[in-house]
């Protein structure tokens, strides 16, 4: 559980109910399922919200996922705030209801359910990062895209980057490989775009991190130029500072470089507040939650429409 003064951040349980709520509260456009199990056995939860949300339609779909790390609890709180935004402004606000109406909108805001937990588990919070395998594994390290090539992660068992004994051996990141995979309909790839949420440091991060080169295989000079602009455009809305996800240092194994390079889904990464400090950083009071998930709104709604394109 979080300490009393927290407790405005949300417990896997609390997020399971937040889901439930969405889907009781707004039927038509919300639909839940399941990308698998934790390694621990909890339900990894995937979110859809669309205009007749039960049909597979043929609208550009955008994925949002959170937590991977399991201490940065702010992520989910983002994951949350889009469900929460992207229903309740259904049929009100114009630009919301644009959206749902011609995209599908896939929200995954706890990835590491059992870090999550484990971290808020004690009288102290724990500073937890990794997922709770016997041996954890840093699950930002664990894609199956150039896993483990370049130095950007531990194959030692005992480091915060332990990038695991294979690409997807957390059963986590298995889970949402496949939840992606399941999104190939008729040899094309539905999702057209993504971010994945972090804390922290304020940062809009592209690919590709194994490499420092802008283009690579893969990566051509106006892809690049694509994920830099729209980059940019997203940074000068939250005031994130926006780079190569490699000019922060060099990661292989990450989501971005798989969801890239494997499936041509414009991958983003953001680091939320706060732009620095020590480790209590991942730890912001609750009373910033709001602020700090609202001050996405504009990059979450630039990226809604860019998917289209
Ligand atoms: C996405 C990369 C480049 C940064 C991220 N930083 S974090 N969220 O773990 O502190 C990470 O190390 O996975
Ligand atoms: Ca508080
Ligand atoms: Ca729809
Ligand atoms: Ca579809
Ligand atoms: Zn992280």
């Known amino acids: 559980e979080f300490p009393p003064e927290d407790s405005g951040y949300h417990t896997y349980s609390e997020t399971l109910a937040e889901i439930e709520e969405a ?18 056995g909890r339900d990894i939860p995937v979110v859809k919200i669309s205009d007749r949300a039960d049909v597979d339609e043929a609208e550009p779909e955008v994925l949002f996922t959170c937590n991977q790390h399991a201490r940065e609890h702010l992520t989910a709180e983002m994951c949350l705030h889009i469900l929460r935004r992207y229903t309740d402004g259904y049929g009100s606000n114009p630009g919301i209801t644009e959206a749902v109406d011609n995209r599908e909108i896939w929200i995954i805001p706890m990835v590491n359910p059992d870090g ?16 709770r395998q016997s041996t954890p594994v840093d699950l930002n390290r664990n894609w199956g895209y150039r896993w483990g090539c370049c130095g950007g992660s531990s194959g030692d ?84 500072t926006p780079m190569q996800s490699s000019d922060l240092y060099v990661t292989d194994g990450s989501v971005n470089d798989w969801m890239w390079a494997e499936h041509g889904i414009l991958s983003f990464t953001f680091e939320m507040y706060p732009s620095g400090g020590g480790l209590d950083g991942f730890y912001p009071p609750d009373e910033v939650i709001q602020r700090e998930t609202s001050r996405n709104d504009e990059a979450v709604a630039m990226l809604l429409d860019e998917a289209g394109n």
């Open 157 to 240: 068992p005992s480091q915060p980057t332990y990038r695991g004994p294979a690409p997807f051996s957390a059963p986590e990141i298995a889970s949402v490989r496949d939840f992606v995979e399941s999104r190939v309909v008729g040899g094309r790839q539905r999702i057209t775009a993504h971010i994945d949420f972090h804390s922290f440091s304020e940062l809009v991060l592209w690919p590709y991190g194994y490499t420092t080169a802008d283009t690579a295989p893969g990566m051509t000079r106006e892809q690049y130029r694509r994920f830099a602009e729209l980059g940019n455009a997203m940074a000068d809305t939250n005031g994130y």
């Open 23 to 40: 889907a009781t509260d707004h039927p038509g456009i919300v639909d839940s399922t399941s990308a698998g199990s934790s390694a621990r």
């Open 116 to 131: 999550a937990t484990y971290d808020v588990a004690g009288a102290d919070y724990r500073g937890w990062r990794r997922n």
